[in-house]
């Protein structure tokens, strides 16, 4: 077991977002978690990276507690982490979005640096960005603001970003929205090589054929609570899956 969360309630605002929530991913997996909007998918990967705290329950990585763990600590951890979206970052070069993720703690903690120790820090960062890049086949945008390329493209930067940190755990938050059907292919090609390089993978998206295509065990949520956990057919097929998420007739 690499990951687990057990009993986790998350509140926000007096309003119960997340119950009860209760599973583990094993190390060299990829997991998948699907739901309808508002199920609580992003609030799990949140909880993890510790944006969002727990009100009860438990985080585990490695068998050790991660509750209450900062979000540049758990990052620290070798967990990375992709976005929804990268409008905020469309100005960035590729090569650039890759090389500030693994700024240790900011980016203001990265000016605190001398000016020797940020060179340093600036030229091994963008030896291991370039290294992600070319096992992605990103080189080619290197130097490109991300503002200039498709959706897809923009998803597997930030993907790049997200395993040049998480050389143990990455979470991936919806890599195919915004992609056209014909581009998801290469999304597909992205995690496949994740998993080459033996990194543990907890996978959210809104298209759940994506997500069972690609993940070894599935987790279905909705209302903030799971539904079922196991085989990826066998949840999908489950009759309180179908009645609850597809909004499909137990028969």
């Known amino acids: 077991m690499l990951l687990a969360l057990e009993s986790v309630d998350v509140e926000l605002g007096g309003v119960s977002i997340l119950r009860d929530i209760n599973f583990e991913v094993e190390r060299g997996q990829t997991f998948g978690i699907v739901g309808p909007n508002g199920a609580g ?37 070798g967990i990375g982490r992709s976005l929804q979206s ?7 070069t590729v090569l650039n979005l890759v090389s500030l993720g693994q700024l240790k703690n900011s980016v203001w903690g ?11 820090f600036e030229a091994a960062s963008r030896s291991r ?8 086949d990103l080189t080619s945008y290197a130097h490109r603001p991300l503002g200039e390329l498709s959706s897809a493209v923009q998803k597997l930067a930030d993907m790049a970003r997200a395993l040049a940190v998480g050389n143990e755990l ?6 195919t929205s915004g992609v ?70 137990a028969e």
């Open 41 to 77: 998918k992003t609030t799990i990967l949140n909880v993890v990276s510790g944006v969002v705290p727990t009100v009860r329950g438990e985080v585990l990585f490695k068998g050790e507690r991660l509750t209450g763990t900062s979000p540049h600590k758990v990052r620290n951890h």
């Open 86 to 92: 990268t409008q905020y970052f469309t100005h960035l």
């Open 110 to 120: 990265a000016l605190r640096f001398s000016d020797h120790r940020r060179t340093q």
């Open 129 to 136: 960005a370039m290294e992600v890049l070319e096992l992605l």
């Open 170 to 175: 990455i979470l991936l938050d919806e890599p």
């Open 180 to 249: 056209s059907a014909s581009e998801r292919g290469a999304i597909a090609e992205a995690l496949a090589e994740m998993r080459r390089l033996g990194r543990t993978i907890v996978l959210i998206d809104h298209d759940p054929g994506f997500v069972v295509s690609n993940c070894d065990q599935l987790m279905a949520m909705n209302f903030g609570e799971v539904l079922r956990v196991g085989e990826p057919g066998a949840v999908m097929s489950s009759a309180e899956v179908k009645r609850s998420y597809l909004g499909q007739s």
